[in-house]
């Protein structure tokens, strides 16, 4: 049909053009046309104009025809990605309210049992119960007194530590020695005697701790917990002497994790690197309690965008590719970027997840990983309204083939406000789900009102 049309139209186009030329030669010169002229330029002349165009086409399809075909056009193909400079999480390890593993604590926020509850000895104000993320046991009298013990032996002054800091230590403690024990599987940590002294054996890398606390610690009582840790570490295996301790009071919630890990990303590019990152906080305590009510930021059922104080320990075991072989095992690549907003999530009108958006799609990027190819999202996100929608808007924007029931997991709720252990145990997930996936897994932080970040983490073999 549409040739047809084109081809009324061309007819129409010849006919005019011939008789719109010969009335206007005819009316400028005077003449008055005869019979023979009447035909030839009325009706012979467009015919024949018509006639040839016809031909002409059949003339060029026939050629076309025979023509050979050509060779068809080679795509251009893109060079592969290349992944960007990552770390290697050779193991995790957590003390959760709801989970002492990463499998655990997973299971628990998929089946909605992640959460806080009445606290049995806090009360608030008024003398109700507040909520709280509680976790059994942190830290037992034996292994208190044991801590306070080792302190006096080393001659060091009382930390006086509250209550919550008992607690924070005591689940500190359990992370790090978990994590050492694993380290000290390291080929070069305690040669034997036939390798002692050898040249030809490698260095040991110093083991670099980050221990991130809260900002309530006093600068004693950090130095304190930093002696303690190090002693941790040093019995489980590790060589007093290839220990590097620091100690990063978290005023931002995972802003000093999160730069931590893109400057020792830097770092194990070119340098052997193995490091223990380390996060520990207890709010479950009647000072913690008071001081979150005196700013107002306390949850109370007249106050739903409040904190429910928490607590818990997690910690990461990273290398560069180096040091991850020769302690082998699963291991997963961790990509890191990180940023500030502009303005504060707290006092923003509605939730606004363009931030959180674009480091994700860098973090994917340093990968190499397609943001269609990641399997989950984890997240330090708690209960908050405007968190919670931030967090729904990059995982139904970005990550729109992902089920946000199944393959969303946060785990603010579960630790409650405890400073930077719910981003570092969200990324113990991530590490745990990558490798049960055997595929890439996104994790995000954005609970404090500022600093944002994203991190990709792949299983070490896959690419895309």
């Known amino acids: 049909m549409g040739a047809w049309i084109k081809g009324g139209l061309a007819a129409l186009v010849a006919f005019v053009a011939c008789w719109g030329g010969a009335i206007a030669w005819w009316?400028?010169?005077?003449?008055?046309?005869?019979?023979?002229?009447?035909?030839?330029?009325?009706?012979?002349?467009?015919?024949?104009?018509?006639?040839?165009?016809?031909?002409?086409?059949?003339?060029?399809?026939?050629?076309?025809?025979?023509?050979?075909?050509?060779?068809?056009?080679?795509?251009?193909t893109p060079a592969p990605a290349v992944a960007g400079p990552s770390l290697a999480v050779l193991a995790v390890a957590l003390r959760t309210p709801h989970g002492a593993a990463p499998a655990e604590l997973a299971e628990a926020i998929a089946g909605q049992q992640a959460r806080g509850d009445l606290d049995p000895e806090l009360l608030d104000d008024e003398g109700y119960p507040v909520m709280s993320a509680?976790?059994?046991?942190?830290?037992?009298?034996?292994?208190?007194?044991?801590?306070?013990?080792?302190?006096?032996?080393?001659?060091?002054?009382?930390?006086?530590?509250?209550?919550?800091?008992?607690?924070?230590?005591?689940?500190?403690?359990?992370?790090?020695?978990?994590?050492?024990?694993?380290?000290?599987?390291?080929?070069?940590?305690?040669?034997?005697?036939?390798t002692a002294g050898t040249a030809s054996l490698p260095a040991l890398p110093p083991l670099q701790v980050l221990l991130a606390l809260s900002a309530a610690w006093?600068?004693?009582?950090?130095?304190?917990?930093?002696?303690?840790?190090?002693?941790?570490?040093?019995?489980s295996g590790w060589p007093a002497d290839r220990i590097s301790i620091t100690v990063a009071a978290q005023v931002a919630n995972g802003a000093a994790v999160s730069n931590w890990l893109?400057?020792?990303?830097?770092?194990?590019?070119?340098?052997?690197?193995?490091?223990?990152?380390?996060?520990?906080?207890?709010?479950?305590?009647?000072?913690?309690?008071?001081?979150?009510?005196?700013?107002?930021?306390?949850?109370?059922?007249?106050?739903?965008?409040?904190?429910?104080?928490?607590?818990?320990?997690?910690?990461?075991?990273?290398?560069?590719?180096?040091?991850?072989?020769?302690?082998?095992?699963?291991?997963?690549?961790?990509?890191?970027?990180?940023?500030?907003?502009?303005?504060?999530?707290?006092?923003?009108?509605?939730?606004?997840?363009?931030?959180?958006?674009?480091?994700?799609?860098?973090?994917?990027?340093?990968a190499a990983i397609a943001p269609a190819a990641v399997a989950m999202l984890a997240a330090d996100t708690g209960h908050r309204t405007s968190r919670m929608m931030e967090l729904m808007d990059l995982a139904n924007d970005h990550l729109a083939h992902l089920d946000t029931g199944t393959d969303?997991?946060?785990?603010?709720?579960a630790c409650g406000h405890a400073g930077a252990v719910s981003f570092v145990a969200?990324?113990?997930l991530a590490h745990q789900q990558a490798l049960e996936r055997q595929a890439p897994v996104l994790c995000v932080s954005n609970e404090d009102a500022r600093h944002r970040s994203a991190v990709l983490v792949r299983p070490q073999a896959l690419q895309s």
């Open 27 to 76: 009316q400028a010169s005077g003449k008055s046309p005869s019979n023979g002229e009447l035909f030839a330029f009325l009706v012979a002349v467009p015919l024949a104009l018509v006639a040839a165009v016809v031909a002409g086409r059949r003339l060029l399809a026939a050629r076309a025809e025979a023509a050979p075909p050509a060779a068809p056009a080679q795509a251009a």
């Open 134 to 194: 509680r976790a059994d046991d942190p830290i037992s009298p034996d292994e208190r007194d044991e801590i306070a013990q080792w302190f006096d032996a080393q001659g060091m002054l009382d930390p006086l530590l509250a209550d919550e800091q008992w607690r924070t230590l005591g689940m500190a403690t359990q992370v790090a020695a978990e994590l050492a024990q694993h380290a000290a599987g390291h080929p070069h940590a305690l040669p034997d005697e036939g």
């Open 218 to 235: 006093s600068e004693a009582q950090r130095n304190a917990a930093a002696a303690w840790i190090r002693h941790v570490v040093e019995a």
């Open 262 to 366: 893109v400057q020792l990303t830097a770092h194990a590019a070119g340098t052997p690197a193995l490091a223990m990152l380390l996060a520990g906080d207890s709010q479950i305590g009647e000072s913690s309690v008071n001081a979150l009510a005196a700013d107002g930021r306390l949850f109370l059922a007249t106050r739903q965008q409040g904190l429910i104080p928490g607590e818990g320990a997690a910690g990461l075991l990273l290398a560069d590719v180096t040091q991850a072989a020769l302690l082998g095992g699963e291991a997963t690549q961790l990509h890191a970027v990180a940023a500030q907003r502009d303005d504060s999530a707290d006092v923003a009108r509605k939730a606004d997840a363009a931030l959180l958006r674009r480091l994700a799609g860098e973090a994917c990027t340093q």
């Open 408 to 413: 969303v997991l946060a785990t603010g709720t």
């Open 426 to 428: 969200a990324l113990a």
